[in-house]
């Protein structure tokens, strides 16, 4: 029998998780009230499986990687970009130590010097000594992506119900009803929670507690110019990138920083910032800021999967979106459909919480 899912959430996670429910054959409504998302749109849209991560999660990423090159064959138009990094915003030793273990883990990251760094980006104003390159990292430029799979996924007959307010859950025997703020209800097998920083509160009608934090992070954008940078550039205190639309893209860091309570002049400094990394960037201009905010489970990892007495709901949630969804939204897929058990997705259930997993802020990083 063909298995009816309501999404609720229309950005990166919950398109994802939409596409390959309708592509495995599921009769699927994605329920947005912004469809294109919300943190999505305001994200720096890094792939990276980098430093800072324990094992299980690097596997996670680096799947996840891997999984951007398998859906960009699937749908055609995805706006990705394997341009690769270079950093140096770490102490000089961390960087080694990260590259030694990560090398060590397959990741295609080298030390290159500053001759090379100067050739790969002659646009850098200044050249640190060393830095390290990964060139299987890159972008998905977020918003565009998410609207592709959306209309790819309306082609395969996936319904979108749009601009309408989801106001809670119930749970029924063997389904959920996702209940609208115009008073009607959307009966279904299975409800997938891909609701970003509003997944807490959702939950919630449900007597479900999920841990979600909302850090803001500040990025500023330029005016689109001729290219600049040929790939990602992480130095420290500015996180760099050139969008496919010319515009260059920075933080304090690939999060954003807390633009305080004066996000003008924060975001004043910061452009600032950019312009003097760059040869020529006196002539840049601001033309505008973004502030997000991140959806981020208490501990820095990702909640995905069924939530424990409660089949027919699944929760996804996650920082580092752009990175993981088309990993979660396979995993998803299958979990859903087949009732199977993704092993990559085991550390990462909403009970680890009921154990009280310590804090992990240098992943909530990432
Ligand atoms: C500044 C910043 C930088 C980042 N940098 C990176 C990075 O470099 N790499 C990376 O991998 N990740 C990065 N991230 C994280 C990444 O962008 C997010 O993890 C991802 O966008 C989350 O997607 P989402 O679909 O879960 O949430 P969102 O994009 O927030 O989408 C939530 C959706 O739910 C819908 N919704 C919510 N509540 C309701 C309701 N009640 N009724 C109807 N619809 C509802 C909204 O309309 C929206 O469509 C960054 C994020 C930010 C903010």
């Given amino acids: 029998m063909v298995k009816q899912v309501t999404v609720i959430g229309g950005g990166i996670i919950g398109a994802s998780i939409a596409w390959h429910l309708t592509a495995a054959g599921a009769r699927v409504c994605l329920v947005s009230d912004r469809p294109g998302g919300v943190a999505t749109p305001n994200s720096f849209a890094w792939i990276n499986a980098t430093w800072g991560n324990p094992p299980d999660y690097f596997k996670l990423r680096i799947r996840a990687m891997r999984e951007w090159t398998r859906l960009s064959r699937e749908v055609s138009g995805l706006p990705l970009s394997w341009q690769g990094s270079i950093g140096w915003d770490l102490p000089d030793q961390e960087m080694l130590d990260y590259a030694a273990q990560h090398a060590g883990w397959g990741y295609d990251v080298r030390r290159i010097e500053a001759d090379e760094?100067?050739?790969?980006?002659?646009?850098?104003?200044?050249?640190?000594?060393?830095?390290?390159?990964?060139?299987?990292?890159?972008?998905?430029?977020?918003?565009?992506?998410?609207?592709?799979?959306?209309?790819?996924?309306?082609?395969?007959?996936?319904?979108?119900?749009?601009?309408?307010?989801?106001?809670?859950?119930?749970?029924?025997?063997?389904?959920?009803?996702?209940?609208?703020?115009?008073?009607?209800?959307?009966?279904?097998?299975?409800?997938?929670?891909?609701?970003?920083?509003?997944?807490?509160?959702?939950?919630?009608?449900?007597?479900?507690?999920?841990?979600?934090?909302?850090?803001?992070?500040?990025?500023?954008?330029?005016?689109?110019?001729?290219?600049?940078?040929?790939?990602?550039?992480?130095?420290?205190?500015?996180?760099?990138?050139?969008?496919?639309?010319?515009?260059?893209?920075?933080?304090?860091?690939?999060?954003?920083?807390?633009?305080?309570?004066?996000?003008?002049?924060?975001?004043?400094?910061?452009?600032?910032?950019?312009?003097?990394?760059?040869?020529?960037?006196?002539?840049?201009?601001?033309?505008?800021?973004t502030i997000g905010h991140r959806p981020t489970p208490r501990d820095g990892f990702p909640i995905i999967g069924t939530v424990d007495g409660m089949d027919s709901l699944y929760l996804a949630v996650t920082h580092s979106g752009i990175t993981l969804a088309p990993a979660i939204g396979l995993f998803a897929a299958n979990e859903i459909l087949d009732g199977t058990s993704e092993p990559l997705l085991a550390p990462y259930r909403l009970s680890r919480f009921a154990a009280a997993a310590p804090a992990s802020p240098q992943a909530a990083q990432i």
Avoid: C, Y
């Fill in 117 to 289: 760094i100067a050739r790969l980006e002659p646009a850098l104003a200044e050249i640190p000594p060393f830095a390290l390159q990964v060139r299987e990292e890159g972008v998905a430029e977020p918003l565009a992506a998410t609207n592709t799979l959306i209309a790819d996924a309306r082609q395969k007959g996936m319904e979108l119900v749009e601009g309408l307010h989801v106001t809670g859950l119930r749970n029924r025997q063997a389904g959920m009803d996702v209940l609208l703020a115009d008073g009607e209800m959307l009966e279904a097998d299975h409800a997938v929670l891909a609701a970003g920083a509003e997944t807490a509160a959702l939950a919630a009608t449900l007597d479900i507690e999920v841990p979600v934090e909302t850090p803001p992070g500040l990025l500023v954008h330029s005016r689109p110019v001729p290219p600049m940078l040929n790939g990602l550039v992480l130095a420290p205190g500015l996180h760099l990138r050139q969008t496919s639309e010319g515009r260059l893209v920075g933080g304090s860091d690939f999060g954003g920083m807390d633009p305080g309570a004066d996000p003008q002049a924060a975001a004043t400094e910061l452009f600032g910032k950019l312009q003097q990394s760059l040869k020529g960037g006196e002539a840049l201009e601001m033309e505008f800021l």
